[in-house]
T-cell receptor
């Protein structure tokens, strides 16, 4: 069965510092991987996705993530945090095209001024 | 493209009552998904449709829950005989390819 583990339910960084949010997954087949962001009282917004091809994927708002098969990881990074990045971030995996997503428990990112 | 819409945005009901939520997907999307999210957790899959066919249901979807997607357009999720444990955010998403686009959710509070 698929599962997703997000290390750290809360991450705090200073404005301008590197953001690193960790995601590890388990899957019996090559996965499709996603990062979503959720602002308070809003739905989930897709940040980026990995399906096939290049393992370093770029998304919106300066975020990127690298698929590392050997480590079963898909960590999310951003070189320089902005106050507007404060939100909850979810990593998700799907084993089939168009199939359900399995989400991690989420990481709340706090950005300090 | 107006995005995925959900109604109502908030619902407060008393235990034992029935509730129904509606989801309108992005118009050209053939897949529609329902998820449930409780505080401090990621969304959990409930069920999904391809066009009007319901293709998968989670074990979380007890017999008190039913979902429909008539004519492959909007979808409804009904919860009968609500329990306090049903209090959660109910999220709808739609897709045409890999990406699922989420609506704002319906927050259900069962008192």
């Amino acid at each position: 069965a698929q599962s997703v583990t997000q290390l750290g339910s809360h991450v705090s960084v200073s404005e301008g510092a590197l953001v690193l949010l960790r995601c590890n997954y388990s899957s019996s087949v090559p996965p499709y991987l996603f990062w979503y962001v959720q602002y308070p009282n809003q739905g989930l917004q897709l940040l980026l996705k990995y399906t096939t091809g290049a393992t370093l994927v770029k998304g919106i708002n300066g975020f990127e993530a690298e698929f590392k098969k050997s480590e079963t990881s898909f960590h999310l990074t951003k070189p320089s945090a902005h106050m507007s990045d404060a939100a909850e971030y979810f990593c998700a995996v799907s084993e089939e095209y168009g199939n359900k997503l399995v989400f991690g428990a989420g990481t709340i990112l706090r950005v300090k001024s | 493209d107006t995005g995925v819409s959900q109604n109502p945005r908030h619902k407060i009901t008393k235990r034992g009552q029935n509730v129904t939520f509606r989801c309108d997907p992005i118009s050209e999307h053939n897949r529609l998904y329902w998820y449930r999210q409780t505080l401090g957790q990621g969304p959990e899959f409930l069920t999904y449709f391809q066009n009007e066919a319901q293709l998968e249901k989670s074990r979380l979807l007890s017999d008190r829950f039913s979902a429909e997607r008539p004519k492959g357009s909007f979808s409804t999720l009904e919860i009968q005989r609500t329990e306090q444990g049903d209090s959660a955010m109910y999220l709808c998403a739609s897709s045409f390819h890999y990406e699922q686009y989420f609506g704002p959710g319906t927050r259900l509070t069962v008192t």
